[in-house]
């Protein structure tokens, strides 16, 4: 009994530890980044792309259209849409990987600054599954453990 014991205390241990040490897999490219990433209609954004050749990087998205980057790193671009959620896409070149994704929000009044809701201790991290895993294999050991000792010492050994 002793050894479910230590083998329930050893698998929840490496639940736990298993988060910290993946590393994501990037299947695209590199990344887009707008600046700010929210606007208000005809304000101005900045993208700039992660690639190693600019020359024929584009950036595409149904708040700007498609635009061509011509060598530079970044592009400056007036947005006239009406407000919304646009997706941002984008490819180092025609034969390029397609880059990470990203979101442009337009907003006739988009919010400044953090939400005022009082001191924040509800506003908590969403736990991942194999941290919750863990913490219930740890607590069912606990229990059988518990449970394990309570009953050999009510029989006396």
Do not use: K
């Amino acid at each position: 009994m002793r050894s479910v014991l230590a083998t329930a205390v050893c698998a929840g241990a490496l639940l736990l530890a298993a988060p910290a040490t993946a590393t994501p897999i990037l299947p695209f490219g590199g990344d887009i980044t707008v600046t700010p990433q929210w606007v208000e209609p005809g304000g101005e954004v900045s993208i700039t792309l992660d690639c190693d050749d600019h020359d024929h990087a584009f950036v595409e998205s149904e708040a700007f259209g498609e635009v061509e980057l011509d060598g530079e790193e970044d592009v400056d671009l007036l947005v006239d849409e009406e407000p919304g959620r646009y997706a941002v896409h984008g490819q180092c070149g025609p034969d390029g990987p397609p880059l990470n994704d990203t979101w442009l929000v337009v907003e006739d009044d988009y919010p400044y600054g953090g939400v005022e809701t009082g001191a924040g201790g509800t506003a908590m991290r969403a736990v991942s599954p194999a941290v919750s895993a863990g913490v219930g294999v740890l607590a069912a050991a606990a229990i059988g453990g518990g449970a394990l000792f309570l009953r050999r010492r009510r029989a006396g050994l």
